[in-house]
């Protein structure tokens, strides 16, 4: 009875996320997915674990609390000191969070299927309410997103397309999963993973196309891995490295050509980030950052140099709040789960590979307020907590 409650719970925690998001619903939506956070949190008091299996977590506690309490008494942090200390808190509540969610399913498909029902169903709503603004020319919005001429963007009453596209990224994934795993409703499932690409297509947003097929490219390549014999393999590698030490060539004999083009292809962010790292070298910040600030502060009006701040990804973010230390134990952190991840789990490997791209164009790396960080996080430290039915599989296509 106690983990049908704590499913129900963490339904609602996926359904108020996926409704901070909208403009309609974005005060009630953020306060009862915290509200539900803090209700998921609950269900580790008096419950045994192994604290052990979760040091990739709780990492995140040096750069994300302990450092920044120690600049702040050192005076090393001057801004917004009360919202630092509350981000830092909710670090505290969000890495909890991962670990009840994580002990509570122990059933990969039951924590895909409660995901993608927490998603689904808001989705459908809002689907509903701003029907008129989806296009049905699915030929004509590829055209418009390899053009880079995102003009008509579908927000579905979002803050933003990107968002959107983050969220429908999320349920594709685990329509994804029942398609590859699940041998019931493969209709149902085909039709649902058109559907939200469909949807994608709409939105316009190029993280949450590229991620995924990124994560599909890496999928295969794993699969292929493990067909080839020793010799194929070296093969493979070597043409890898070539064709890596060609690329990198012309890369360098072009440096101008191609920076101007990433540039115009990220909708100028690389020179605007490269402006936030100037600046941050400049005022002898590039070390620490300015403090562990949420987006919300980190932008407001209250931050003084908030204007000389373009962060448009997780590493940019990153540096620019905890800095190149901080960064340094970010990316620790990301090992440890990556390593974590057993050698046959070669579709939890492709969604790390999904989460990170991710996080190249949006900040989604271990951010207490992000569905997609709640996600990946939750769904690549379950990935560890074997049920009695896959403890006992040697291979299979489980652990694919």
């Not at 917004?80 to 509350?86: A, D, N």
């Not at 001429?149 to 579905?156: A, N």
């Not at 397309?161 to 795993?181: D, E, K, R, T």
């Amino acid at each position: 009875m106690k983990q049908k409650i704590y499913k129900f719970i963490y339904l609602l925690l996926i359904i108020s996320s996926v409704l901070s998001y909208s403009d309609s619903f974005a005060t009630i939506g953020t306060f009862l997915k915290f509200a539900f956070m803090a209700l998921m949190v609950t269900y580790l008091f008096n419950k045994k674990f192994n604290i052990r299996k979760y040091y990739s977590l709780l990492i995140l506690l040096i750069p994300f609390l302990f450092i920044p309490f120690i600049l702040i008494l050192f005076g090393r942090y001057r801004y917004l000191l009360t919202e630092q200390f509350i981000n830092s808190l909710s670090y505290i509540v969000m890495i909890l969070a991962v670990i009840a969610c994580t002990e509570l399913f122990e059933d990969k498909k039951q924590l895909f299927g409660f995901t993608h029902l927490g998603i689904l169903i808001p989705l459908i709503s809002i689907l509903l309410m701003h029907i008129q603004d989806i296009s049905f020319n699915a030929g004509q919005l590829f055209i418009n997103i390899i053009s880079n001429e995102r003009v008509d963007r579908t927000y579905l009453g979002f803050s933003n397309p990107n968002m959107l596209g983050l969220v429908l990224m999320i349920a594709l994934l685990c329509s994804i999963y029942f398609l590859l795993f699940v041998k019931r409703y493969k209709m149902r499932n085909a039709f649902l993973t058109l559907f939200y690409i469909f949807l994608l297509l709409n939105t316009g947003s190029r993280t949450s196309i590229v991620a995924p097929l990124v994560a599909a490219i890496v999928y295969c390549y794993f699969l292929l891995l493990k067909k080839m014999n020793s010799y194929t393999r070296i093969i493979f590698y070597c043409s890898m490295f070539a064709a890596g030490i060609i690329i990198l060539f012309i890369t360098l004999n072009n440096v101008s050509f191609s920076l101007s083009y990433l540039d115009q292809l990220t909708s100028g962010r690389i020179l605007r980030q490269l402006s936030t790292i100037n600046f941050l070298s400049n005022t002898n910040r590039l070390s620490f950052g300015l403090g562990n600030l949420n987006s919300g502060a980190l932008y407001s009006g209250q931050l003084p140099i908030s204007n000389a701040l373009n962060t448009d990804n997780s590493p940019i973010f990153l540096i620019t709040t905890i800095g190149l230390v901080g960064l340094f134990f970010v990316i620790l952190s990301l090992m440890l789960i990556y390593l974590n991840i057993p050698s046959k789990a070669i579709f939890y490997k492709s969604l790390f590979f999904c989460w990170f791209v991710t996080s190249l164009f949006e900040h989604t790396l271990f951010v207490p307020s992000s569905l997609a960080s709640l996600f990946f996080l939750v769904i690549l430290q379950n990935i560890n907590i074997a049920d009695t039915k896959e403890k006992n599989l040697t291979s299979g296509r489980m652990y694919l």
